[in-house]
């Protein structure tokens, strides 16, 4: 597996500009890289290819096509007030999205926003997750984004699996979501010490080595 910091051996980037080649559990060769406006029809073929339960799951609704404005909302980043990485099959025919993460800062200048992961199917239970996720809390940090909100269905026991992981705090339950709420260093200091993730140091390696990070 590698870890870059993109093309060349450039000192200093800004953390958008870094891409991560690694690789998942089985091997499979996947691209991570941070999403942008431009990425919409990468987006909306990636949602498309969801099925209808982790449609559900990701989305609150089985429904096989999302309103444009929650697909416009989903790639209007800044890179500030929202965070999202995105990671693509480099060995897949036309290298298609098979996952994305978000984090969206509930208020200007706040500490405080929201979390959400989803995977395609065919791509889910290989540490994919645990990956953007590893991407996401570094940029987080970077840019003053310290708590994340989280919230479940309380059916999706791999969504579960991982927040627990990351040692978020259990909030609550209502109406069938549970509430969980991540300190954003504390969850990455549990993937830096998961040892057994060779994706996810791959990952943490390559956004230490191949950019500027400042935290705000």
Request: net charge negative; with cysteine; charged share 25%.
């Amino acid at each position: 597996m590698t870890a870059t910091g993109g093309q060349g051996s450039r000192k200093s980037r800004a953390i958008e500009d870094v891409v991560v080649h690694s690789a998942l559990n089985d091997g499979t060769s996947v691209c991570l890289r941070t999403i942008t406006p431009d990425d919409e029809e990468l987006l909306r073929d990636g949602i498309a290819k969801l099925s209808a339960e982790s449609r559900y799951l990701r989305f609150f609704s089985p429904t096989p096509q999302l309103p444009d404005a929650v697909i416009e909302k989903l790639v209007d980043v800044d890179g500030h007030d929202h965070i999202a990485w995105g990671a693509i099959c480099a060995e897949c025919v036309g290298q298609p999205a098979i996952g994305a993460v978000h984090a969206v800062r509930h208020s200007e200048g706040g500490r405080v926003g929201e979390f959400s992961v989803a995977v395609i199917d065919e791509f889910q239970g290989r540490g994919l997750a645990r990956m953007m996720t590893a991407a996401l809390l570094v940029h987080c940090l970077a840019e003053g984004l310290t708590v994340l909100d989280i919230h479940i269905l309380s059916e999706n026991a791999a969504a579960k699996r991982l927040v627990k992981s990351l040692d978020a705090e259990w909030k609550g339950e209502s109406a069938g979501v549970a509430e969980y709420r991540l300190d954003v260093a504390a969850g990455l200091a549990s993937l830096r010490a998961d040892a057994d993730a060779p994706g996810v140091q791959d990952v943490l390696r390559a956004l230490a080595a191949g950019s500027d990070i400042r935290q705000r």
